[in-house]
């Protein structure tokens, strides 16, 4: 017994199965319960490779079932992805058991779907052995496609093609390949001699397969959608086909619904096919298709489809009215080419058009702004914290649920310590909390959150924390917030002061709960926003009374005070007579943080040596520094014109603990935020909707951050940005000249990609943003304009402006605009600018 452990323990294979062949089958299933619970014990091991070969050797040898042994084999601690299945084949034809194939169907079940390569190997050869058909589940499907390109499955290194021919597996997952969503992606690699696209195309021309079955698996993969790297390779694979005219006939139907809905390579590809049958398709139904399609903002695919219905016309005379009167859809299409495209070839085929009326709006029409709600209460009970925690684990917290769940910490771990330890600690074990951090990360948000969760869990790896909050503390003890007036002999921080004020407050945290009975924190937030109510505030410390208030908390509580003057709340607050009092009174009374000094630099972006990726040499931030006599130890109003400042994914927290100061917040941010998006990294505009929520003046900071969100590559972040964009403009805080100016200024530079903007500007009109795109765009196009060569999408920007300025009927100037009209010509840049001068003229 002791023999067979430690050969598991070494991986060695042929011991275990040494020690195998010398127990009966009473023996094997004694030793089956034992095996179970010495891998239960050794929860933190992880068996891979070899160690994991002898874990299922000994599996197979010693449990009574599949079920037991799939139990087992698919723990998370065991990884089969490089284990052996020979021997443990082996091993079970020596027991003779026959349930090898039905455990190689329950361990497919259990084959993640985001890793489903992970055993896939393993599963596959007990199927071979014991000459089973496939399971056909999702992930096990996705695990037969990534095959197809990772040769490892067939270790001849013969071409796809031939290994498909010889595949067992082929005929009974095939249908599936088109079913399962996202397994495009494990079939876009392209190596020579290992399209799959190719291999299945050529497939259907010998005959191996059914030509019909592919096509169909194709239009009804492209009919349910994907993600567009997931679609390309089906797509591919319809053009290898090309189609007949009798199969697409037959299948006109689906064509037309890709053509109305499907995305724009998609729809294109069933466009150009749908024209090869010319008769094939009923007239009518296409007609009824094309009023869609000529309101999509595909130009390529609107204008195909003109061209098409105008040859129809012509083709068709009897129905020209009718075609024309579909043409006419068209003269709605926000792209003003394509507009009077469409109203020449209406008119041209006899459709006549009401008079139109125009509508002028000369306003945003966008609803009014919702005052920001209230704080969720406090979290009161350790079962609803620890939920809470648990929920939150493993990504970056919103800033509200992080300060309940901090003031639930200081008042629970002090009054119910126990049982809040009980709770905690197995989910923090669980999340592994803490377990990645360096040891010397002082000044890193997570580690320092981790930190102080395994303090309130009554942890025993918390011992080095208290040094670390110890150096925290000490390190920023000759930084305060006040008095902001005169000199100070202490420099700004190097990193975030942002960052320090978390740290700080959360290494005071850590210590706090040594104590007993803590009431709570003073800069708990009375808003979502982070803001908090100075009544709320000078109720906290009148119940304080002559109680010690901490350092750390105080000063981010005064930081969520709103900007302005309260005398007379500064007067009861003085009249408490304590410290924390005065502090107070002295912020209502108007010693509260000074407006900082604001300058737009233009920096060199550089490189980082690990980032291959091209992008502009140029990156405009904002530098600040405190006003003239204003000191700034703890380096809030000083922000160095560099190229990035690293929040490390917890940008999301910094608004809430400056509310009222969107424009300091903006310029901390700034740097990093036109880092990412030049870099084209995913997930970096969160903070915006957050900012915009918040009050107090962006200025320029503000406005090189929605401009620089406009033009982010991935369209979760367009989409914040406009939501921050819309919730300003209907604030009335929003400085659409000044956005403008400044998206101008980035894409006359190449800083930005201004195509971009275009999906985000023409939503904000669509919501009722009309005057405040008009007068974003009339600022934008001047340095566009006078740049060398406008950028690509000027032209498209300019239309957008005349539509809205026909639409709000507000004329603004646009300097420039009449040097591009007076080049002549027809190029599109010309005939947008004729088209909005004119628009603005009138």
């Known amino acids: 017994m002791t023999d067979l452990f430690e050969a598991l323990i070494r991986g060695d294979v042929s011991s275990v199965a040494a020690v195998l062949d010398e127990v009966d089958e009473p023996g094997?299933?004694?030793?089956?319960?034992?095996?179970?619970?010495?891998?239960?014990?050794?929860?933190?091991?992880?068996?891979?490779?070899?160690?994991?070969?002898?874990?299922?050797?000994?599996?197979?040898?010693?449990?009574?079932?599949?079920?037991?042994?799939?139990?087992l084999l698919g723990r998370r601690s065991v990884m089969l992805t490089d284990a052996d299945p020979a021997p443990v084949v082996n091993a079970a034809r020596q027991r003779g058991v026959d349930w090898v194939a039905d455990l190689a169907h329950r361990l497919a079940e259990r084959i993640p779907r985001s890793r489903p390569w992970e055993g896939w190997h393993f599963i596959t050869?007990?199927?071979?052995?014991?000459?089973?058909?496939?399971?056909?589940?999702?992930?096990?499907?996705?695990?037969?496609?990534?095959?197809?390109?990772?040769?490892?499955?067939?270790?001849?290194?013969?071409?796809?093609?031939?290994?498909?021919?010889?595949?067992?597996?082929?005929d009974t997952l095939l249908p599936r390949l088109f079913e399962v969503d996202g397994i495009g992606t494990d079939l876009a690699y392209t190596g020579v001699g290992h399209s799959v696209p190719s291999a299945l195309a050529t497939l259907a021309t010998e005959g191996r397969l059914d030509r019909a079955l592919l096509l169909d698996g194709v239009?009804?993969?492209?009919?349910?959608?994907?993600?567009?790297?997931?679609?390309?390779?089906?797509?591919?694979?319809?053009?290898?086909?090309?189609?007949?005219?009798?199969?697409?006939?037959a299948r006109a139907g689906a064509y037309l619904r890709l053509l109305a809905d499907a995305p724009g390579p998609v729809a294109a590809a069933a466009q150009r096919t749908l024209r090869t049958v010319g008769d094939g398709v009923e007239l009518e139904a296409l007609l009824d298709t094309s009023r869609t399609v000529l309101t999509r903002p595909e130009k390529a695919l609107v204008r195909g489809q003109l061209s098409w219905l105008d040859l129809l016309a012509r083709q068709r005379p009897e129905r020209a009215a009718e075609i024309a009167d579909v043409l006419a859809v068209g003269a709605d299409h926000a792209a003003a080419d394509l507009r009077d495209r469409a109203v020449t070839l209406a008119r041209r085929h006899g459709h006549q058009p009401p008079l139109a009326v125009t509508v002028v709006v000369a306003a945003d029409e966008l609803p009014p702004r919702t005052p920001a709600v209230a704080a969720l209460p406090p979290i009161t009970d350790v079962d609803e914290l620890v939920e809470e925690v648990s929920g939150l684990s493993g990504r970056p917290w919103a800033s509200s649920a992080l300060e309940r769940v901090l003031d639930a910490l200081v008042r629970l771990a002090t009054s119910d310590r126990d049982r809040l330890a009980t709770a905690l600690l197995p989910v923090l074990r669980r999340e592994q909390v803490g377990a990645y951090d360096h040891p010397w990360a002082m000044f890193n948000v997570p580690a320092q959150l981790h930190g102080v969760l395994l303090a309130a869990a009554a942890s025993t790896d918390v011992a080095s924390r208290h040094d670390q909050w110890s150096v925290i503390l000490s390190q920023s003890s000759n930084r305060s917030l006040r008095p902001f007036r005169g000199r100070s002999p202490v420099e700004p921080p190097r990193h975030s002061p942002l960052t320090l004020v978390l740290c700080a407050r959360l290494?005071?945290?850590?210590?706090?709960?040594?104590?007993?009975?803590?009431?709570?924190?003073?800069?708990?937030?009375t808003s979502a926003t982070g803001a908090i109510d100075p009544n709320a505030l000078y109720d906290r410390l009148a119940a304080l009374g002559e109680r010690p208030v901490w350092r750390w908390d105080l000063t981010q509580a005064l930081l969520r005070l709103p900007v302005g003057v309260d005398e007379a709340l500064a007067a009861r607050a003085a009249a408490l007579g304590t410290a924390a009092g005065d502090e107070l009174a002295d912020w209502l009374g108007g010693d509260a943080l000074p407006?900082?000094?604001?300058?737009?630099?233009?920096?060199?972006?550089?490189?980082?040596?690990?980032?291959?990726?091209?992008?502009?040499?140029?990156?405009?931030?904002?530098?600040?520094?405190?006003?003239?006599?204003?000191?700034?130890?703890?380096?809030?109003?000083?922000?160095?014109?560099?190229?990035r400042r690293g929040y490390h994914g917890w940008g999301d927290l910094w608004p809430a603990m400056l509310p009222g100061h969107r424009g300091l917040v903006a310029a901390h941010l700034l740097p990093e935020f036109a880092r990412s998006v030049q870099e084209e990294t995913r997930d970096v505009a969160g903070f915006l909707p957050a900012l915009a929520e918040c009050t107090g003046p962006g200025g320029p900071a503000l406005d090189l951050a929605l401009a620089y969100g406009l033009c982010a590559r991935h369209e979760v972040d367009r989409v914040a940005t406009l939501d921050a964009l819309l919730m300003l403009a209907a604030a009335g805080d929003l400085d659409a000249p000044g956005v403008g100016g400044r998206l101008g200024a980035l894409s006359a530079d190449r800083q930005v990609t201004v195509t971009r903007a275009m999906t985000p500007l023409r939503d904000a009109v669509t919501a009722g943003a009309r005057l405040s795109v008009w007068r974003l765009l009339a600022a934008a196009l001047p340095p566009l304009l006078a740049a060398p060569t406008p950028p690509r999408g000027t032209p498209d920007l300019l239309s957008l402006a005349a539509e809205t300025a026909h639409a709000t009927g507000v004329p603004v100037e646009v300097p420039g605009l009449a040097d591009v009209v007076a080049r002549g010509g027809t190029s599109r840049l010309v005939t947008e600018a004729r088209r909005l001068a004119t628009t603005v003229a009138s």
């Open 28 to 71: 094997r299933r004694a030793l089956g319960d034992e095996l179970v619970a010495h891998v239960v014990r050794r929860r933190d091991n992880w068996w891979a490779h070899h160690e994991a070969t002898a874990l299922a050797v000994a599996a197979v040898g010693t449990l009574s079932s599949a079920t037991k042994v799939a139990a």
């Open 125 to 170: 050869e007990l199927l071979l052995a014991e000459k089973a058909v496939p399971p056909t589940g999702d992930a096990f499907v996705a695990g037969w496609a990534h095959a197809l390109w990772w040769r490892r499955y067939d270790n001849q290194h013969r071409l796809l093609l031939d290994r498909l021919r010889a595949d067992p597996f082929l």
């Open 219 to 249: 239009l009804g993969r492209l009919l349910r959608g994907d993600r567009p790297g997931a679609l390309r390779p089906f797509l591919a694979l319809h053009e290898l086909l090309a189609p007949a005219g009798s199969e697409v006939t």
């Open 507 to 525: 290494a005071e945290i850590g210590q706090r709960m040594s104590g007993r009975d803590d009431p709570g924190l003073l800069a708990a937030p």
């Open 595 to 643: 407006a900082p000094v604001h300058r737009v630099v233009t920096v060199r972006s550089g490189t980082d040596d690990l980032d291959h990726h091209p992008h502009p040499a140029r990156r405009t931030v904002v530098s600040g520094e405190p006003p003239e006599g204003v000191a700034d130890p703890l380096g809030l109003l000083t922000v160095p014109a560099q190229v």
